[in-house]
């Protein structure tokens, strides 16, 4: 075997420990997860419904109990907030709530490439994860405490705070799509297998 392509370092190391084999960690090639999708159409960030996109995804942990506290402590904030739950969307949800958030908080257990995520912050959407390998500069953040079974208030504060911050800025949500397209792009993820060839 020449080698095996994943999506980030924390896949890698899942694989590798769950497959036991530390002596072929060097057969292992990071290719970042990509899209080409670019969305015609980029509400300005004052013309968008909803504060927050709040999409869950339970896969390998149970985080239900955690998700609604979370909920519950930004209903508390008044601001407007959807949820999104994995699974149970389409394209044409997805390019709705996209294009009327101003924030997603990405609470996700776990992902390999969150490709979804990728095409909703191709709408200028800045995103909030406790994955650090999803975050992109500039557009995202990274909020250890949501991965955090007790320390929520924490993470929402944070995340409160920024959003409040940001918000007051009326950011530009095409420069953010612009951003998020060029650093998403497949030819990036080709360059980065090249690259570990």
Excluded: W
Excluded at 15 to 38: A, D, E, G, S
Excluded at 92 to 116: E, M, R
Excluded at 140 to 162: C, H, R, T, V
Aim: include cysteine; charge should be positive; hydrophobic fraction near 40%.
């Amino acid at each position: 075997m020449k080698g095996v392509v994943v999506h980030s370092n924390r896949v890698r190391d899942h694989v590798v420990n769950k497959t036991n084999n530390t002596l072929y960690l060097n057969k292992f090639f990071i290719m970042r997860p990509c899209t080409n999708f670019k969305p015609k159409l980029i509400k300005s960030f004052e013309n968008r419904n909803f504060d927050i996109l709040f999409f869950e995804k339970y896969r390998d942990l149970n985080r239900l109990k955690q998700g609604k506290e979370l909920m519950d402590l930004f209903k508390i904030s008044k601001k407007k907030i959807v949820t999104m739950k994995y699974g149970k969307y389409n394209k044409k949800i997805i390019t709705d709530l996209a294009n009327n958030s101003k924030f997603i908080i990405y609470f996700s257990f776990y992902d390999t490439g969150a490709i979804g995520l990728k095409e909703i912050q191709n709408y200028g959407v800045i995103a909030f994860t406790h994955q650090k390998d999803l975050v992109i500069n500039e557009t995202s953040f990274y909020i250890p405490e949501l991965a955090s079974l007790d320390n929520l208030k924490l993470a929402s504060e944070k995340i409160l705070y920024i959003i409040d911050t940001i918000s007051k800025k009326a950011p530009n949500t095409t420069l953010i799509a612009k951003k998020n397209q060029l650093i998403n792009k497949c030819e990036n993820a080709l360059i980065d297998l090249c690259n570990n060839l």
